[in-house]
């Protein structure tokens, strides 16, 4: 199963090909989502502070029946957060809410506060003072991996300069039309692995009749050529549900798209609109 084989971070840390994401699924129902990920062979889950669900995620992981070292648990500093104290804390505050001695992976969710995503100030410094914070966070046996989300190549060069461990992970938005080729390339050349957030572009994907066609054509779904895409491509891919049927669908990948269709794919015409999801910043 896909959901569990491996990728290698910079550090040695072995961290699964396949993530459960868990944006937009309450605190509440996170943990049967959690639990059902678990007993579907899925064995990495993803949150985040501004999730307001790692309590759930915490409870799901105590009653899914794995002991907790097979999981790999990744959360994220809020975006807001660009000092030093405030990183720490909320770090702190992460272990606490989800009852766990050590997160496998501690993200800075985004260069800049939520707020202000579109604006010019990409907060280099407040970025090395959260940084600072993983670090130390790393350091102190807490998080096992650390790593960045939305960054790009100014804001992964900014944190480089002043790095004492670099960072292992740049989790993006990238999917089949939206590709940060560059970014990607550029993660690569620094060993830095991309992971692929809302693989099936927000559910837009669906209605592209071209990705209909060539699903088919595999005997897959959407989902399963989205994801499947984004693998070719070495990413790793974060699918969100809370559906066991969905969730298992996601993870059936054993199949491998040819490099024709694969070229073409790379090349789709770009999303111009998420629809209701174009109100969210990396999606505008």
């Known amino acids: 199963m896909i959901a569990q084989e491996n990728y ?8 699964p090909k396949l993530g459960l994401g868990t944006w937009f699924i309450s605190d509440d129902d996170v943990v049967e989502a959690v639990k059902e990920a678990v007993k579907l062979g899925y064995r990495h889950i ?11 995620v915490g409870k799901g992981i105590k009653e899914s029946g794995i002991a907790r070292e097979e999981l790999f648990i990744t959360s994220k500093v809020a975006a807001e957060h660009k000092s030093f104290e405030a990183a720490s804390a909320s770090i702190d505050e992460t272990l606490e809410k989800m009852g766990l001695e050590y997160i496998d992976l501690m993200i800075i969710h985004s260069p800049k506060p939520w707020a202000e995503y579109s604006g010019s100030d990409r907060y280099f410094e407040g970025n090395r003072e959260a940084w600072r914070a993983l670090e ?7 998080v096992k991996a650390i790593g960045v989300s939305n960054f790009q190549k100014e804001d992964l060069e900014n944190i480089l300069e002043s790095a004492t461990v670099k960072p292992m992970v740049n989790q993006i938005l990238a999917h089949i039309s939206n590709t940060p080729e560059d970014l990607i390339s550029y993660c690569i050349e620094q060993n830095i692995l991309v992971e692929a957030y809302s693989p099936i572009g927000h559910g837009e994907l669906f209605k592209n009749e071209e990705l209909a066609a060539m699903a088919k054509k595999y005997e897959v779904s959407v989902p399963q050529l989205a994801i499947r895409y984004c693998l070719e491509l070495g990413l790793l891919p974060l699918p969100k549900t809370a559906n066991p049927a969905h969730m298992a669908n996601n993870a059936d990948l054993d199949f491998e798209i040819s490099a024709a269709d694969l070229d073409s794919l790379r090349k789709m015409e770009k999303i111009e609109d998420y629809g209701e999801a174009s109100v969210f910043p990396v999606y505008q």
């Open 8 to 15: 290698k971070l910079s550090n040695g840390i072995s961290i």
């Open 46 to 56: 993803d949150t985040a502070q501004a999730y307001q669900n790692e309590a759930g």
């Open 136 to 142: 130390e966070a790393y350091k102190a046996g807490k």
